[in-house]
């Protein structure tokens, strides 16, 4: 009796082990991005949501939305195959480059946003102009060197908004700016 109590406990134990191994799983594939490994949306969003609720009015958040340039035009030529790489290169590029504590994320498609924590508008746009750089760089792929730019969208709270939506649509209408002006 005692011995089928233990072996039944030790059955359960693995179970539950098992269990607690899937469900870790699932929460990874629920806020991360399957092609690159970043944050998805909503996993950047419930960050970002994190992240303004901890700081404070003198605990800037800077923000900054991205966007490839001209990249149906790399899928076009590449294939979804090829440019999916592009992709995978360029997520790699702009995790390298992040100071440790600012949060990289895919919101879809050819569209990344950075989080960087206590930062203002001064040092949140340094480190977009230097992402601009390095984003810049010649990606090879599908046996081929091909040609890549980023625009990019700055905000900071509290200047514009202590919200997640407030940020993220004054970090959208500058990159839509930005894009307009040609970079």
Not at 122 to 133: N, P
């Amino acid at each position: 009796m005692l011995r089928d109590l233990a072996h039944e406990r030790s059955e359960l134990t693995g179970v539950n082990d098992q269990l607690a191994t899937t469900n870790k799983r699932l929460a990874h594939q629920a806020s991360h991005d399957p092609l690159t490994g970043l944050y998805n949306r909503r996993g950047t969003l419930d960050l970002l949501d994190q992240v303004l609720a901890a700081s404070s009015l003198d605990e800037p958040v800077g923000l900054l939305f991205c966007d490839l340039d001209r990249f149906k035009a790399v899928n076009d030529a590449l294939g979804h195959r090829g440019g999916d790489r592009f992709i995978t290169i360029i997520a790699d590029r702009l995790m390298r480059s992040l100071e440790p504590g600012a949060i990289a994320g895919r919101m879809g498609g050819d569209e990344f946003v950075v989080v960087v924590p206590n930062v203002d508008i001064a040092g949140i746009a340094a480190v977009a102009d230097r992402l601009v750089g390095v984003l810049a760089q010649p990606v090879y792929a599908e046996g081929r060197e091909v040609p890549s730019s980023v625009s990019i969208g700055v905000a900071a709270s509290p200047a514009h908004g202590v919200a997640a939506s407030e940020l993220l649509r004054h970090a959208n209408a500058a990159l839509y700016r930005a894009k307009a002006a040609g970079r």
